[in-house]
């Protein structure tokens, strides 16, 4: 087979196996450059962060960790504020999670299981507001906040970012409900249980691994929104926030080590749900 | 029959996420209006647009603002394209590759601004590499603001380099709805990889080239910590001025203008948007 193909394209193009070694090398070669060109910053941050004070001001560096400390990364977790601003990020990122998945999913539910008037309007205004600027509502809402006392709360935060996560957690949640197969919730329905039941036991355990996915994505979102966590807050910093807001008058070594802290979760949170990728970024970004 | 409790589920299901879409979108545009058309006597003035177009940077910040945008874009989609490309064709290991190359796609534009930073800064590992190589003797000011085009480029680079990933899922969760029969089809006719590329993958992957197209677009609008990061203000950007006239300047007011001028672009691509998703809508299969 492979050689009749051989002959009949003709003389001109060189013969299949050392065709198929260039090609190989060519794609592999491709994508390890492209690899490279991803890893190197995250490497050479993670250098910064994991050398010494000195390290970091010394010159000309090496691209090894010839003087790997964790002095850096002590002192970055140990100045004012930093602490709590991770505490602050981590209980944003919680209440935000738990506020999208409950006010979304029983939306995301309604889109993919319901035929009612309005719904292409509604799924519109989602669409529309999934790719609004909500980060710089924070202005307005500072003002608003100021007045209800939740101004430079990790409340207020936290609300921004539910209003920020809500229309890609309720068309996510759409997505994953429509993969649930309808014929065993209505079996579970015909042997007795009611809707909501029928949700709890049959539907909810299926669909838990994607909303998990769901609660991940939605944590990346909060723990990485600098501008509206920036403006609404002054004691009570996010991690961006505490981190941005002392750019100017911190020294290099605190903000490589800030850097790379903030950077820690998303390798992690990446792999986790490295098989939803395309579902969560792919098709629901857009 | 439904009964009505049945037919009034779905909106009550909804009415949570619509209150808040409503109390903390719908009701924030219209303060933020309210904010900057508004004087201290309750009528309507001008006067913040005009302290905002006269300030010194405000030009600036438009016009760095959209060349970013001119040359991050282009550049995120070319890379982002090769990457897809090169995942789609689904080489043993590509699994791993594909999850390199997303790991950007978690990481904020505040961290990449930083990471870069380390390697742009005067005592940084680019010019330790180009000093090992022999090429200067002192380090060059990649961030200085008597370099302009050299922060510019930082930037470019800084963001290029974060928000490729988000534009190679999309494209990737493009290609996947590609029937395979499409390129099998191309290959039995002898077609090269490059004709290939650019006469039946390409035109397929229009619906998510676009997609992927205004989506950065209208991102771009927001580009700021990755700014602030590299340049500080030595490259000012819309929403960056939002910020400082906010946190700064302590001028609401004036902060609220800038909201305004962004909320408008964003709104004006948005629409550009769904005129071009109702073209495409079938071909994409999207629903």
Redo the contacts between chains.
Sequence with gaps: MESSLAISRGAKRAPIAWRHVRDQVGLYGAAILLALWTLAPIYLIALSAFSTKAGVSAWPKSLLPTNFSTDTMQFFINSKGVLQSVGNSVVVALLTIAASLLLGAPGGYALARFRFKGKQTIQLSFLISKMFPTAILSVPLAVTFLQLGLYDTVWGVALIHTAMALPFVILLTAGIFVGVPRDLEEAAQTLGCTRMQAFVRVVLPLALPALAAAAIFTFVISWNEVFAATIITLQHRTLPAQVLSSLNDSPLYYRFAGGFFMIVPALIFIFLIRKYLLNMWGSVVR | MRSKVE?A???G??A???L??VL??VV??F??F??AFQGSDGGFTLAQFQKMVHDTAFLDALKFTFLLLIFIVPLQII?AL??AL?IH?R?RG??I???????????????????????F?E???L???L??LGIIDK?FLFLSYQNLPAVFGTIVI?ES?RAT??VM??L???L?VIPRDYFEAADVF?ATALKRTLFVVLPLLRP?LQ??LI?RT?FA??T??VV??LA?RVIPVL?GE??YW??ANRN?NV??A??VL??VF?IFI?IM??RLLKTTDAEAG?D
Excluded: C
């Excluded at chain 2, 590759?97 to 390697?119: N, R």
């Design positions: 037919s589920l779905p909106y299901l909804l949570p996420t619509l808040v879409v903390l979108i924030p545009i303060q933020a309210l904010l890379l090769a990457m090169l064709k080489f590509h699994s590759f594909l999850y390199i190359y997303a790991i950007p796609l978690a990481i904020s534009d505040l961290a990449a601004g930083i990471a870069w930073l380390s390697i800064t005592r940084g590992y010019n330790s590499i000093h090992s380090p800084a380099w990933a988000i899922v999309i990737l969760a493009g996947e002898g998510s997609n992927a989506i209208i609008f927001q700021f910590s602030l990061a500080g929403t939002a910020y906010y946190a609401p902060a609220a800038y909201a962004v909320m964003t948005t948007y769904f999207y």
